[in-house]
């Protein structure tokens, strides 16, 4: 067991450091004003292949593995959770459902490489308003047609969806098969009948595009079909592990983002004759929680690092999900306790960063359904 990261993460871990502070932190409270979308910083960053880390060079990516991927997205949402989501949704959830496909090589190369190199932006279709935790309520069904498939049908909670060049539709070929009748299609910006429905006005990852994706007598070649009727609900599966991990990096880095405003603050603010980190209470709390992060980070990077070594991952991603959320959740809260009235003003950054932490405990599988993911493996 090595805690060491080599040089090339540290390499990594920095740039995306750099890149949120210089690039992302400076407008960050007008974009969550706003609900506006940093589209340029997003292309940049994918520039530098930060959005292919996982991913093998034959298909775009950078191939250096899921523990990388991880230490990005954390550095990101310490500063920016929204762009950290959006980013890990590129990533894990759509480029996951591409990767994890049994799509054939070449069919993989062309719907991940324009995401792995950041000139395009990928999203994920899976909830509708029948299908949130209970994902096999799908409605959205695609029809052979000729050489291809018609879907039709509605996708909610879509993050990404207004910007997104290429969007993974999971939907049903038979209604009657449930899913075992599910599958799996890549859709294209600009196919005929497929549009952006309402875009969500949010309580935090304000920043983020999250919206319903309308498909109406949507053609689809077949060659778009990544995973075959029956294989779409396991995909859509295998896929939300790794998504989770990805949810996970964003918790904690919004927790280590909120201590580390908390800590400074306390350090300068004065009351009652001396800095407010002299109060031992203060101290404690503080303590604690940095003794949370540090536990949420052993976990994530562990999921992580067994991702990368081929083994299953299912409920190590689970536990750091429902961890590092929970983590993400209970700092900041405590961060805005602690800068007092100042914490409450959005100057500080701190209610944005509490408003951005509660999405974590819900998005890519509620805290209850990881509860029921893990306790699934307790009494076997
Ligand atoms: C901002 C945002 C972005 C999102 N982005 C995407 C995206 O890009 N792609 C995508 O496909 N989806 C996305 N989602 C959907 C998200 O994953 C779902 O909202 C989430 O899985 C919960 O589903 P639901 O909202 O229907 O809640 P429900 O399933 O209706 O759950 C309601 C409550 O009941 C609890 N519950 C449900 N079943 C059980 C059970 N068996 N035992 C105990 N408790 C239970 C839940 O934990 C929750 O507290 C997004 C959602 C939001 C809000």
Redesign the pocket.
């Known amino acids: 067991m090595n805690f060491e990261l080599t040089d090339e993460q540290l390499q990594i871990q920095k740039m995306t450091r750099e890149f949120a502070e210089k690039k992302l932190l400076p407008q960050v409270r007008e974009r969550d004003e706003a609900s506006k979308f940093p589209i340029e910083e997003f292309k940049e960053l994918g520039k530098a292949g930060i959005y292919g880390l996982p991913y093998p060079e034959q298909f775009g990516g950078q191939g250096v593995g899921y523990l990388p991927y991880v230490l990005a997205v954390e550095e990101i949402s310490k500063v920016d959770a929204s762009f950290g989501?959006a980013f890990s949704?590129d990533t894990s959830?759509y480029g996951g459902s591409i990767m994890n496909s049994s799509a054939p090589d070449e069919i993989k190369k062309k719907f991940l490489e324009p995401i792995a190199s950041g000139r395009c932006i990928g999203?994920?279709?899976?909830?509708e308003?029948s299908?949130?935790?209970?994902?096999a309520g799908q409605k959205t069904v695609a029809t052979k047609d000729g050489d291809g498939y018609i879907i039709n049908g509605l996708?909610?909670?879509?993050?990404?969806?207004p910007l997104a060049d290429y969007t993974v539709v999971?939907c049903l070929t038979d209604p009657a098969l449930g899913t075992k009748g599910m599958a799996a299609f890549v859709v294209q910006k600009g196919t005929p009948g497929f549009t952006v429905g309402q875009i969500?006005d949010?309580m935090g990852?304000r920043s983020?595009q999250?919206s319903d994706m309308v498909l109406e007598n949507v053609h689809v070649p077949a060659e778009n079909m990544i995973a075959k009727p029956g294989e779409g609900f396991k995909l859509a599966m295998k896929t939300l592990d790794g998504g989770r991990i990805g949810v996970a990096a964003q918790g904690l880095g919004i927790a280590e983002g909120a201590f580390e405003i908390a800590r400074k603050y306390l350090m300068e603010r004065q009351q009652f004759g001396r800095p407010l980190c002299k109060q031992q209470y203060l101290g404690f709390k503080m303590a604690e929680m940095k003794t949370d992060i540090e536990m949420a980070k052993l976990l994530v990077y562990k999921a992580a690092i067994t991702k990368d070594e081929g083994k299953s991952y299912t409920v190590p991603a689970a536990m750091a999900k429902m961890a590092c959320t929970n983590v993400a959740m209970k700092v900041t809260t405590e961060a805005v306790q602690m800068l007092g009235g100042n914490g409450y003003m959005k100057g500080y950054h701190v209610e944005r960063m509490m408003r951005d932490a509660k999405?974590t405990q819900?998005?890519?599988?509620?805290?209850?359904?990881q509860?029921?993911v893990i306790s699934g493996t307790l009494f076997r």
Do not use: M, P, R
């Open positions: 989501i949704v959830l999203s994920f279709g899976l909830t308003h299908a949130g935790s209970d994902a996708k909610c909670f879509n993050t990404n969806g999971y969500e949010k990852i983020a999250v999405i819900i998005y890519e599988g509620t805290n209850e359904i509860q029921l």
